[in-house]
């Protein structure tokens, strides 16, 4: 954790390990995408260096209602309850994220950007796995109409990333995925509101 993933240039905000795991998942998404474009034919993979094709894909997955689901407890043992239906909710969370990377998408925990408090984050191929994602979006939103009774849904959402969105750009001094990221976020909020 404490270990910088460069000291060559300048002093580095970010560990080792989440360098480590963020070029994983994207040499996975490559990799991916270049054998469903080429159909399994890996000596054509001579393109991977390219920056302009759009070959992932940034998900987002939202809990909504969970301040009020928390919240929604009598006085007698609110604490416990609180931190029961904290816990739950990670869980859920968490093993909501598992079962699309597991079951759905085909992809290994390290395309698991982020996930915490309500929401988290994959980084997909962009390939004919998207697919997939609108019979995801179906079944995990009718999961929880049915179990919660709408106090608890959830919102899916994607976005298209190419390689240039993914590069630092020095003259802006930004990065393009900060861009990205924070429209998957309003899609998600729109989504939410309707």
């Known amino acids: 954790m404490c270990v910088p993933s460069t ?22 998404c490559i990799y991916n995408y270049l054998l469903q474009k080429y159909e399994g034919n890996i000596e ?18 939202d809990i909504s209602g969970i ?7 009598g006085h007698k043992g609110a604490s416990k309850a609180l931190k029961g239906r904290s816990f739950f909710l990670q869980q859920m969370l968490e093993n909501i ?4 990377l597991d079951k759905k998408l085909f992809l290994p ?7 915490s408090g309500g929401k988290f984050y994959i980084l997909a191929p962009n390939t004919k796995k998207k697919l997939a994602l ?14 919660y009774d709408g106090s608890l849904g959830i919102s899916i959402a994607a976005i298209e990333l190419n390689g240039n969105d993914l590069k ?16 998957l976020n309003l899609q998600v909020e729109k989504k939410t509101k309707i």
Do not use: C, G
Request: charged share 25%; glycine share 0%; no cysteine.
């Open 134 to 147: 609108e019979e995801i979006k179906k079944e995990l939103e009718n999961k929880f109409l049915e179990t």
């Open 67 to 73: 301040q009020s689901f928390i919240y929604n407890i």
């Open 109 to 115: 925990i390290t395309n698991l950007i982020y996930s």
């Open 44 to 61: 054509k993979f001579a393109d991977v260096e390219n920056k302009e094709e759009y070959r992932y894909l940034l998900l987002l997955a």
């Open 97 to 100: 994220a598992y079962y699309m």
């Open 168 to 183: 630092y750009n020095e003259n802006l001094n930004e990065h393009p995925i900060s861009e990205k990221w924070n429209e």
């Open 7 to 28: 000291s060559n240039k300048i002093s580095s905000d970010i560990s080792l390990f989440e360098h480590s795991k963020i070029i994983a998942a994207i040499s996975i």
